[in-house]
């Protein structure tokens, strides 16, 4: 099979995708219409998700695994198309690096895709401060709404958002010079993958859509007390125009030339981890298999694309794989990152524990599940027996993937493995099964994420975070969803504590109204909504090359 990239007019056709429904962005990459969400499905449509045990610094290799598994189905002749989120700069320039696969199982153009892409994480910022800026101006002119009054500068909830990780803009001061130059304040600055028009974008299901969940955004209150929106602004509809490109999903391939959509990029730590509901869509109009992945840890981007995402599109998966590393195991089970490498019954063992929490979940919702492992050169065959062995007691079959080194031929085992799960299941698809109903207090909806999914013993809430539920509720968010956000080191809030954790309580210390995403974000421990850079950033090691190549993108390059 060929490794030279095609152009992407040639992926769209293999996708029957006309010209009139295409966009070329550059040679590589292009712009779907939504008018294709109209036609008729042209493929089974069978969703599956990729998922993973909590990261470690050893790695685990989600996306890596995903683009290998629909290269496998590939060289299979089955017809898979991925769904993937777009790599935001934080990351990249940060600590992980590039997020578009790794070795033979990447997608192309890797740089661009890395970078700036087709300018939608750029736009969803954009959006964002043109809102912050409409709202800055709004008090210097000391603008009255109505019988609502005058914004109250005390009571501003809406912050600023950047694409880069930040952390000297976690708390910031604003509008300071005098007065030609606004009202001071205090202000902060969010990455945009955590924006709620990240997630805005990535929820809505078109134009009108859009437009409609952008006129919910609360930015804070009035001297009054009364709340205002970005629709009481006049935002936005101007918002929604410089998303207008944005919205549309993105088509790439894979190394091997196979379909790839990548759209939206919101962390699953801080936001929903998803990609987006019209990229997901899409997939599952073209493809047999719409090879889809959450972010993180399955206790993270797992259970919000499950109780957030696949309740709002009325979908739900055929099977979930969960990637895994034999030293990401052991990490668990105890070993240091610098000799996790080595073989290790004992802390592999240990490890297991943290696996098996995860297939638990898998089984909480409803779901076939398949351990991948993303096979290392010095893995033992032994202790991948051990990880066999211990799936299979809860009857769940293990597949290796050599992707990163071979591509589509290190993965059809793999690869056929999963079609096999998820075909078994057409006479009889799993229904949805959430953790929580909407209907629960928004209170038991997070004691109940942190009971089955975390494993904990209780959640305790601060007095912030009850004031902040009984706004919500007050404000009729009583029904929402919960996105947490938590440590992705963890299945508790505490990122120290790796394994399972046992008797440990998770505590909600602020609770924020995302009412354009049309969820609560509950924030536990330390989190933060603005990451900061390691004390080596990844960015000393970017570099522009003589003829246009970027070296440094990806771990290990």
Not at 284 to 290: E, Q, S
Request: aromatic share 4%; proline share 5%.
């Amino acid at each position: 099979m060929s490794h030279t990239p095609r152009s992407i007019q040639e992926v769209a056709s293999e996708l029957h995708i006309g010209a009139e429904h295409f966009e070329p962005y550059g040679r590589g990459k292009g712009k779907l219409d939504l008018a294709l969400l109209t036609q008729a499905p042209r493929g089974k449509g069978r969703l599956v998700l990729v998922t993973a045990i909590n990261p470690t610094p050893a790695g685990e290799g989600k996306t890596t695994t995903s683009i290998g598994i629909a290269m496998g189905m590939r060289r299979l002749g089955k017809n898979a198309v991925l769904a993937l989120r777009e790599p935001s700069l934080g990351p990249v320039f940060g600590v992980k690096g590039g997020g578009t696969g790794g070795g033979k199982a990447s997608l192309t153009p890797a740089d661009d895709i890395n970078l700036h892409f087709t300018g939608d994480i750029h736009a969803i910022t954009t959006a964002h401060n043109l809102l912050s800026a409409m709202i800055d101006n709004s008090l210097h002119f000391a603008e009255v709404f109505g019988d609502k009054g005058r914004l109250d500068s005390r009571q501003i909830t809406w912050g600023r958002a950047l694409d880069m990780n930040d952390r000297a803009l976690r708390n910031v001061m604003v509008g300071l010079g005098g007065k030609a130059h606004g009202v001071p304040r205090a202000e902060r600055f969010d990455i945009t993958a955590a924006s709620e028009i990240m997630a805005i974008l990535a929820l809505a299901t078109g134009p009108e859509d859009l437009e409609a969940r952008l006129d919910r955004v609360i930015i804070g209150r009035t001297e009054s007390g009364a709340t205002l929106t970005a629709k009481d602004m006049g935002a936005s509809r101007a918002m929604c125009a410089v998303l207008r490109d944005a919205l549309k999903p993105n088509l790439v391939q894979t190394e091997e030339g196979g379909p790839a959509i990548v759209h939206c990029g919101p962390f699953a730590n801080i936001a929903h981890g998803c990609n987006s509901v019209l990229a997901t869509r899409l997939a599952m109009n073209l493809g047999d298999y719409a090879i889809t992945e959450a972010g993180f840890g399955f206790d993270l981007g797992g259970e919000k694309f499950l109780d957030i995402k696949c309740r709002a599109m009325g979908v739900w998966p055929r099977a979930v794989v969960i990637v895994a590393t034999l030293r990401a195991l052991k990490m668990h089970g105890g070993a240091a990152v610098k000799v996790c490498g080595e073989p290790n019954a004992d802390a592999l063992a240990k490890g297991l524990s943290h696996l098996d929490k995860h297939l638990e979940n898998a089984q909480a919702f409803g779901l076939p599940a398949v351990v991948a492992i993303n096979v290392f050169p010095n893995d033992t065959e032994e202790e991948i027996a051990m990880v066999a062995d211990a799936a299979q007691k809860r009857g769940v079959r293990v597949g290796k993937s050599w992707g990163f080194g071979k591509g589509g031929e290190g993965t059809t085992e793999l690869a056929q493995l999963v079609a096999d799960v998820v075909d078994a299941t057409d006479a009889n698809p799993p229904p949805p099964k959430y953790v929580y109903e909407l209907t629960d207090p928004a209170e038991e909806k997070i004691r109940k994420i942190a009971r089955v999914v975390y494993g904990a013993k209780d959640v305790s809430f601060t007095g912030t975070a009850e004031k902040d539920l009984a706004r919500a509720r007050e404000l009729g968010f009583g029904d929402a969803p919960v996105c947490m956000a938590k440590t992705q080191l963890s299945l508790s809030d505490d990122p120290k504590r790796a394994g399972r954790p046992t008797d440990f309580t998770v505590a909600v210390r602020e609770v924020r109204i995302a009412a354009g995403a049309g969820f609560l974000v509950a924030l536990t421990g330390e989190m933060m909504t603005m990451p900061g850079l390691p004390k080596i950033p990844a960015a000393r090691g970017v570099s522009l090359l003589p003829g246009g190549k970027i070296k440094g993108l990806m771990q290990n390059d």
